[in-house]
Every structure is written in C-alpha cells, then in structure tokens.
Nanobody
Framework: QVQVVESGGGLVQAGGSLRLSCAVSTRIFSTYALGWFRQAPGKERECVAV????????SYVESVKGRFTISRDNAKNTVYLQMDSLKPEDTAVYYC????????????????????WGQGTQLTVAS
C-alpha cells in the first residue's frame, strides 16, 4: 500500500515563504505523477500544482503562478512545494496526491484522477 505523508505546514506572515514536503512510500516513485491540492474552509478542493513523473512538466493554478514551485527528488521519494510571497488567501489545508502514470510527460489536474492521498497539512498565512 502506498502511503503519502505531508509535512512543513504552519503559520507564516504574509509575504513570507514556506516549503511543504511530501514523502511517498513506494519502490517505484519515479513512475508516479504527483500533485498538490488545497482546501480552504467552505471551499472545494483546488488543484494548486502538479508535476509529471519525469519531472519535466509542471502546471500551476493561475493564482499561484510565479509564487509557488513544485519539484521532485526521486532519490528521496519526495515532492516539494516551495511557496513564496504568501498571501492570506493561500490559507488552507494542503494535500499531496500520487498517481501511477504510464506516460512520463503527463501530469494530472483532476482530484479524481489520483489514487493516493496524504492526510493534509495546514498552512495559515497571517495578514
């Protein structure tokens, strides 16, 4: 069974930075496409950033472009979300998701496309 565990959330001031990490327990991490999603109170889960299994393709929701960076380290079975210039509207529970992918260049933006999810980590951005 694949386990997904996020870490790195917390409280940060607006304009600050934080990096989320997500460890995925699988021997074939390099064959998984990965994504970060978030859900704020009263709102639907939103796809924030995704990365292909090759790492060569990424995609971001418009509201975080230029501020967030998704990356992966296959040697550490870990995907990261570097978040800079944080805003109060970034406050949410952030979830990491993993999906086995047959095609190295594909990424996936739909929550229902992912097979494995972490428990989430809270990010609070104070104004």
């Amino acid at each position: 069974q694949v386990q997904v565990v996020e870490s790195g959330g917390g409280l940060v001031q607006a304009g600050g930075s934080l990096r989320l990490s997500c460890a995925v327990s699988t021997r074939i991490f390099s064959t998984y496409a990965l994504g970060w999603f978030r859900q704020a109170p009263g709102k639907e889960r939103e796809c924030v950033a995704v990365i292909s299994r090759s790492g060569g393709r990424t995609s971001y929701v418009e509201s975080v472009k230029g501020r967030f960076t998704i990356s992966r380290d296959n040697a550490k079975n870990t995907v990261y979300l570097q978040m800079d210039s944080l805003k109060p509207e970034d406050t949410a529970v952030y979830y990491c998701a993993a999906k086995w992918s047959a095609i190295p260049s594909y990424y996936y933006v739909g929550a229902n496309e992912y097979d494995y999810w972490g428990q989430g980590t809270q990010l609070t951005v104070a104004s």
